[in-house]
T-cell receptor, first 110, second 112 residues
Framework: GDSVTQMEGPVTLSEEAFLTINCTYT??????LFWYVQYPGEGLQLLLK?????DKGSNKGFEATYRKETTSFHLEKGSVQVSDSAVYFC?????????FGSGTRLSIRP | KAGVTQTPRYLIKTRGQQVTLSCSPI?????VSWYQQTPGQGLQFLFE???????NKGNFPGRFSGRQFSNSRSEMNVSTLELGDSALYLC???????????FGPGTRLTVT
């Protein structure tokens, strides 16, 4: 069945470091892909999305490219800040079903 | 536009009781989904309603039920509460199921 696999956390980085959080998916069709972020004590917020192959989603310095050939949607940011500390979820939406990955906790050290 | 609201934000119940959680979606959104989030199991899909009809359902026992009203507001009910039902329950709304979801802040349920 359809699924989303993202890298295990927690991930701890120093401020201004480069960030990559890996996400791969399995889907029978052509899903839309999303990254959501959850800050402490809050619900999930949409960070970025891509609806077809080769689309790049971007927001707040984060980017992710929809790679159909590798079935991946890795999240990247060139220079992280302490305020980026949160849990990040990769998700796919296909055939009226939304599937979330297990989440990756990111902690940024000042 | 106002965001998704959930009430109550916090709830403490005793094992065996039942509970009803409420969700008001963003105005104009017709799809409402419910999720259970726990440290051990992560984010798990409960069910989705669209125009008062349950369209999708996750793998939860029949103790978990929901409904949606004509104004798109939704309620989720859990009967015969168990300790393992302690979790953050998130509601999300969307214009339709092909779109991104907008989440509420959640209801933190503690079962003692």
């Amino acid at each position: 069945g359809d699924s989303v696999t993202q890298m295990e956390g927690p991930v701890t980085l120093s401020e201004e470091a480069f960030l990559t959080i890996n996400c791969t998916y399995t889907a029978t069709g052509y899903p839309s892909l999303f990254w959501y972020v959850q800050y402490p004590g809050e619900g999930l917020q949409l960070l970025l999305k891509a609806t077809k192959a080769d689309d790049k989603g971007s927001n707040k310095g984060f980017e992710a490219t929809y790679r159909k050939e590798t079935t991946s949607f890795h999240l990247e940011k060139g220079s992280v800040q302490v305020s980026d500390s949160a849990v990040y979820f990769c998700a796919l939406n296909w055939a009226s079903k939304i599937i979330f990955g297990s989440g990756t906790r990111l902690s940024i050290r000042p | 536009k106002a965001g998704v609201t959930q009430t109550p934000r916090y709830l403490i119940k005793t094992r065996g009781q039942q509970v009803t959680l409420s969700c008001s979606p963003i105005s104009g959104h017709r799809s409402v989904s419910w999720y259970q989030q726990t440290p051990g199991q992560g984010l798990q899909f409960l069910f989705e309603y669209f125009s008062e009809t349950q369209r999708n359902k996750g793998n939860f026992p029949g103790r978990f039920s929901g409904r949606q009203f004509s104004n798109s507001r939704s309620e989720m009910n859990v009967s015969t509460l168990e300790l393992g039902d302690s979790a953050l329950y998130l509601c999300a709304s969307s214009p339709g199921t092909s779109y991104e979801q907008y989440f509420g802040p959640g209801t933190r349920l503690t079962v003692t």
